[in-house]
């Protein structure tokens, strides 16, 4: 701050470009620069110039040009401010791990979404590929975080990684950014208000096959959930790979706490492969909360559905389903075959905010809606659902 020597109007000067600083937040960590300690100085000199002495977390920050022009622009809207200079460096060793330990609370670092935490941690799964469960998954937490929630999505499918690509943060070769690193501290991109990690994240070419067995799929899933920081969230979304595989267990032995929705189509046969994914959950001691039904009909012109895929796949799979719990599994929604839902996928922008009024939008946000209102604790129960 201003020099306890000058004058008083100048202290109140820096006083108020301070202020002002705090309305800037860090793109990635999500909190205001004054809070993470990178604003380490206001000097204010008579005439009004000023100079902020900035700190940024890493050396190569991907969000120093946005970070800087963001506290220029603060600071240069502070009356009586004629000039500011950003005097640029980065954060020492011991500066930035107190901000780490800082982040973290107090916590060792480990799996964050335990069964104390307040955050909601809800798998999507399928018994099989294909079914559009990305998508959902995606759509789910577009629609989540426009209702003001924090959210986050962990894309666990790392053979089959494509979130990165869903929400927009693959380049024109299909290559997604590397996250962020702050020491240990692994920070999460962030699209359409949803923070994201995937292993599509870490790998240099988008046709990248990751071919890993049992322990470093295990061992990726752990490091997702313990060394990348979300922040407090109100919902962690998962999406899980296909099928009852590694990465299935891996999922149940970290969060059994986690609440499971099952992905299906209309196929009557689809109901057999999708209610195996909900049995495994269950076995980790996971509980379904319910069944979307994905690709439900066409709509025509005149309003009415062409049912392509047949009729009555997402009903079985939750008569199924409910057979293994003390209270009936409810189909959440079906969402029908949409050309802007694929439209959406393929260029990033999810149709809930592309396309908001197609039938698609519509009934993916009836889900989200139907999510939220099942909530926690005894408001879950009377819906048949625990608490996560």
Do not use: Y
């Not at 050396?59 to 506290?71: F, K, L, Q, S, W």
């Not at 901000?99 to 979404?113: A, H, I, K, N, S």
């Not at 495994?280 to 895929?309: C, K, W, Y």
């Amino acid at each position: 701050m201003a020099d306890a020597t000058r004058p008083v109007d100048d202290e109140a000067l820096g006083a108020a470009v301070f202020t002002a600083l705090g309305r800037v937040i860090d793109p990635e960590i999500r909190r205001p620069v004054t809070e993470l300690d990178m604003i380490r100085g206001v000097d204010v000199q008579p005439g009004g110039s000023v100079r902020v002495d900035l700190q940024l977390t890493i050396v190569g920050c991907p969000a120093a040009d946005t970070i800087e022009r963001d506290v220029r622009a603060a600071a240069g809207s502070v009356a009586g401010v004629a000039t500011v200079d950003v005097d640029v460096s980065v954060m020492d060793p011991a500066v930035r791990r107190a901000l780490t330990e800082r982040l973290r609370e107090g916590r060792p670092q480990g799996v964050q979404f335990t069964p104390d935490s307040l955050t909601r941690v809800i798998a999507v799964t399928s018994g099989k590929g294909g079914v559009g469960k990305s998508t959902v998954t995606v759509n789910l937490a577009v629609a989540l975080a426009r209702r003001g929630m924090r959210v986050g999505v962990v894309d666990v499918d790392v053979h089959g990684f494509s979130v990165p690509g869903l929400v927009g943060l693959t380049d024109e070769h299909g290559v997604a950014p590397r996250p962020t690193r702050v020491d240990s501290m692994i920070l999460p991109p962030v699209a359409h208000d949803v923070k994201v990690i995937s292993i599509g994240m870490f790998v240099d070419d988008a046709s990248t096959a990751v071919s890993w067995r049992g322990p470093m799929l295990h061992r990726t899933v752990n490091q997702f959930l313990s060394d990348v920081w979300f922040g407090d969230l109100d919902v962690l979304l998962l999406d899980m790979p296909p099928g009852t595989g590694d990465v299935a267990i891996s999922v149940g032995q970290l969060l059994p706490h986690a609440e499971v929705l099952v992905v299906t189509t209309p196929q009557a046969a689809a109901a057999d492969v999708a209610e195996r994914s909900g049995i495994v959950a269950r076995q980790t001691g996971q509980r379904v909360i319910g069944v979307i039904e994905n690709m439900s009909g066409l709509v025509q012109p005149d309003g009415s559905v062409l049912h392509l895929f047949g009729e009555g796949g997402g009903e079985e799979t939750a008569r199924r389903l409910s057979r293994g719990q003390d209270s009936p599994v409810p189909v959440l929604g079906s969402v029908p075959l949409s050309v802007p839902l694929r439209e959406g996928g393929d260029s990033g922008l999810p149709v809930v905010l592309g396309a908001p009024t197609d039938p698609a939008a519509l009934a993916l946000v009836a889900v989200a809606d139907r999510v939220t209102a099942m909530g926690r604790g005894l408001a879950g129960r009377k819906l048949g659902l625990s608490p996560s």
